[in-house]
């Protein structure tokens, strides 16, 4: 499993509608996408949440790099370098995946926790640690499915979280609104380990 999420922020008075409008109409183009996991189309609007921004912000989970170059060399992507500008794609190796009891439900919300390791404890220990968690966050009521991944160049961690209606607050995470989510293959992730 990969992770990979870029976020776009827009200006504080853009109408949010384009947003909603573009993922209502292509959307679905990635309802079969051979080796996507899942894609969750997520969206952040200023003043709701907590949010301080205008945000589209996809997040992936892919079952191959392959599958995830061909998307990033393809036409879907380029279309949206072409609207909105080039963004940073953050990526990250899989650590985990747990499934919870709303899994066969269509997730609503989402939230997204970044964090750096601490430079004083081991790597190994961290994640160790982070893994230990996702059993009892999956198993929260109304959580869909949890992953866990890692990026070694600057040793970030990164939890996605997807809830079948509203997103619960939690310390430090953005919460996102899911306009859509395309799973072709999100079975197809093994859960617990990515090891």
Same mark, same amino acid.
């Given at each position: 499993?990969?992770?990979?999420?870029?976020?776009? +922020?827009?200006?504080?008075?853009?109408?949010?509608?384009?947003?909603?409008?573009?993922?209502?109409?292509?959307?679905?183009?990635?309802?079969?996408?051979?080796?996507?996991?899942?894609?969750?189309?997520?969206?952040?609007? !200023?003043?709701?949440?907590?949010?301080?921004?205008?945000?589209?912000?996809?997040?992936?989970?892919?079952?191959?790099? !392959?599958?995830?170059?061909?998307?990033?060399?393809?036409?879907?992507?380029?279309? $949206?370098? %072409?609207?909105?500008?080039?963004?940073?794609? =953050?990526?990250? +190796?899989?650590?985990?995946?747990?499934?919870?009891?709303?899994?066969?439900?269509?997730?609503?919300?989402?939230?997204?926790?970044?964090?750096? $390791?601490?430079?004083?404890? =081991?790597? %190994?220990?961290?994640?160790?640690?982070?893994?230990?968690? $996702?059993?009892?966050?999956?198993?929260?009521?109304? +959580?869909?499915?949890?992953?866990?991944?890692?990026?070694?160049?600057?040793?970030?961690?990164?939890?996605? +979280?997807?809830?079948?209606?509203?997103?619960?607050? =939690?310390?430090?995470?953005?919460?996102?609104?899911? $306009?859509?989510?395309?799973?072709? =293959?999100?079975?197809?992730?093994?859960?617990?380990?990515?090891?």
């Amino acid at each position: 499993m990969h992770a990979m999420n870029y976020r776009i +922020t827009l200006p504080a008075d853009y109408d949010m509608a384009v947003i909603r409008r573009r993922v209502a109409t292509r959307g679905h183009l990635l309802d079969d996408f051979s080796g996507l996991g899942a894609k969750a189309y997520l969206i952040r609007e !200023r003043g709701v949440d907590g949010s301080p921004v205008n945000q589209y912000a996809p997040f992936y989970l892919w079952n191959s790099p !392959r599958a995830m170059n061909s998307f990033l060399w393809g036409p879907g992507f380029q279309g $949206l370098v %072409a609207d909105f500008g080039r963004p940073v794609v =953050e990526h990250w +190796t899989g650590l985990g995946f747990a499934r919870g009891p709303a899994f066969g439900s269509v997730p609503r919300a989402a939230t997204r926790r970044a964090w750096a $390791l601490d430079p004083t404890t =081991e790597p %190994a220990t961290a994640v160790h640690a982070a893994l230990a968690e $996702l059993p009892a966050l999956a198993g929260r009521p109304g +959580t869909h499915s949890v992953a866990l991944a890692v990026d070694p160049r600057q040793w970030e961690l990164v939890r996605f +979280t997807l809830h079948e209606n509203t997103a619960p607050p =939690e310390p430090d995470a953005d919460r996102y609104q899911v $306009l859509h989510l395309s799973a072709p =293959e999100l079975h197809d992730i093994g859960t617990g380990q990515q090891w």
